[in-house]
């Protein structure tokens, strides 16, 4: 089993539709959880964190995360074909450094 | 907020050289870490680097091929050693948010380094 799990998509949304990203993770200690967006040709870009249970907004962002089923998830309200990105996400490993552990990322495209 | 450079952006090398890679950062950060991105794929984690001492480097990654330096806690270096082909990737360095930028578990990333290996 992957450590982190992502579907590769593509995810392909319409214009103003809501887009959900899903993930899950193997490690059970794993306390912070990070969404990047990642552009083709670019750097990953930090776009949300979430540390509880439960759910986090932020703008047309809302993380979601579920430990006792080692589950996050992201929800891109009113997409806009400017959000067509690789979504990646990155649980903080259990370790004594705080290393992310990237999933293969989904692939959103949003249709305008 | 800080600011993170690569140097260099992009870089075409022949087999068998090496390619020193630098990462700066505009205020002071405690862990600087160094990923691959391979065409198509995700980021792997090649190593850890702390001022002061040696880098951390994750299962499959030697010290040998990517030896790393980290002389200030603004600065580190990655060089790929007598490259190969299957070394093209982009490189990417990272820094945790302990000076500031974010909470000290967020990473923040460098705009890359686009290697070709011919």
């Known amino acids: 089993q992957k450590e982190v799990e992502q579907n590769s998509g593509p995810l392909s949304v319409p214009e103003g539709a809501i887009a959900s990203l899903n993930c899950t993770y193997s490690d059970r200690v794993s306390q912070s959880f990070f969404w990047y967006r990642q552009y083709s040709g670019k750097s990953p870009e930090l776009i949300m964190s979430?540390?509880?249970?439960g759910d986090k907004e932020d703008g047309r962002f809302t993380a979601q995360l579920n430990k006792a089923s080692q589950y996050v998830s992201l929800l891109i309200r009113d997409s806009q074909p400017s959000d067509s990105a690789t979504y990646l996400c990155?649980?903080?490993?259990?370790?004594?450094?705080?290393?992310?552990?990237f999933g293969t990322g989904t692939l959103l495209a949003v249709q305008p | 907020s800080a600011v993170i450079s690569q140097k260099p952006s992009r870089d075409i090398c022949q087999r068998g050289t090496s390619l020193t890679i630098q990462c700066q950062v505009d205020s002071q950060v405690t862990m600087m870490f160094w990923y691959r991105q391979q065409p198509g794929q995700s980021l792997t984690l090649i190593a850890t680097?702390?001022?002061?001492?040696?880098?951390?480097?994750e299962s499959g990654f030697v010290i040998d091929k990517f030896p790393i330096s980290r002389p200030n806690l603004t600065f580190s270096t990655l060089t790929v050693s007598n490259m190969s082909p299957e070394d093209s990737s982009i490189y990417l360095c990272s820094v945790d948010g302990t000076s500031g930028i974010g909470s000290t578990d967020t990473q923040y990333f460098g705009p890359g380094t686009r290697l070709t290996v011919l």
């Open positions: 680097a702390n001022q002061g001492s040696e880098a951390t480097y």
């Open positions: 979430i540390y509880s249970n």
């Open positions: 990155a649980p903080v490993s259990g370790g004594a450094t705080n290393k992310l552990i």
